[in-house]
């Protein structure tokens, strides 16, 4: 059972332009959305966050957007840059995971390629 | 600051060969550990996690096990190697309480079972 899900396994787009990453969860009790990222051999590295009582949060050029009702959650990066290109994980935790374990729950990942 | 070290970075071993991989955890204290596993072409699955010295959950049956014997240690372990255990593992560190939700993870270790 996937709770948190990455539909696209790849997306290329060129320098300069928006990048938009997706992700859906089917866990309405998510109090914490995340985005890392991740360069090959090496491991994750956070990127950005979001409240479940926010819908937006935005740092520098990435962005965070939460669409509760529709369960979705989308990474926007403008202008792309070939140093973004890389895997991105969506992350979520769970009301009740809070407090002691925090745990995470992670989706497949979406490899971004930033073509020069 | 804090910082994880996970080693080693690359590991070749037999099948039916015996498995540790060790992380510690340095500048903090009481931290929830997390061992990770990203097979190829897949996710992040969750293999083990520890609210404290000795206290291990397992998430997915398998063939490995994880111990805490300090409080910023945590070791991964396996008896008997399978093919199937190949793949990128990864430690994290997060804090205790509401706010912990973000992690630290290791530079990882990429395990390749021959």
């Known amino acids: 059972d996937q709770q948190v899900k990455q539909n696209s396994p790849s997306l290329s787009v060129q320098e300069g332009r928006i990048s938009i990453l997706n992700c859906d969860y089917t866990?309405?009790?998510?109090?914490?959305f995340l985005w890392y990222k991740k360069y090959p051999a090496e491991g994750p590295t956070f990127l950005i966050s979001?409240?479940?009582?926010?819908d937006k949060n935005e740092d520098g050029r990435f962005t965070v957007f939460l669409n509760k009702s529709a369960k979705h959650l989308s990474l926007h990066i403008v202008p792309s840059q070939p140093g973004d290109s890389a895997v991105y994980f969506c992350?979520?935790?769970?009301?009740?995971?809070?407090?002691?374990?925090?745990?995470?729950?992670f989706g497949t990942g979406t490899l971004l390629a930033v073509q020069p | 600051s804090q910082t994880i070290h996970q080693w080693p970075a690359t590991l070749v071993q037999p099948v039916g060969s015996p498995l540790s991989l060790e992380c510690t955890v340095e500048?903090?204290?009481?931290?929830?550990l997390y061992w990770y596993r990203q097979a190829a072409g897949r996710g992040l699955q969750l293999l083990f996690y520890?609210?404290?010295?000795?206290?291990i959950s397992s998430e997915v049956p398998q063939n490995l096990s994880a111990s805490r014997p300090q409080d910023r240690q945590f070791i991964l372990s396996s008896k008997k190697l399978l093919l199937s255990d190949s793949g990128f593992y990864l430690c994290?560190?997060?804090?205790?309480?509401?706010?912990?939700?973000?992690?630290?993870f290791g530079s990882g270790t990429r395990l390749t079972v021959v």
């Open positions: 994290a560190w997060s804090a205790r309480g509401a706010l912990g939700y973000g992690y630290t």
């Open positions: 866990n309405s009790m998510f109090d914490y």
């Open positions: 979001i409240s479940s009582i926010k």
């Open positions: 992350a979520a935790r769970g009301m009740n995971y809070g407090g002691a374990t925090n745990k995470l729950i």
């Open positions: 500048g903090t204290s009481n931290p929830n």
């Open positions: 520890s609210v404290g010295i000795g206290q």
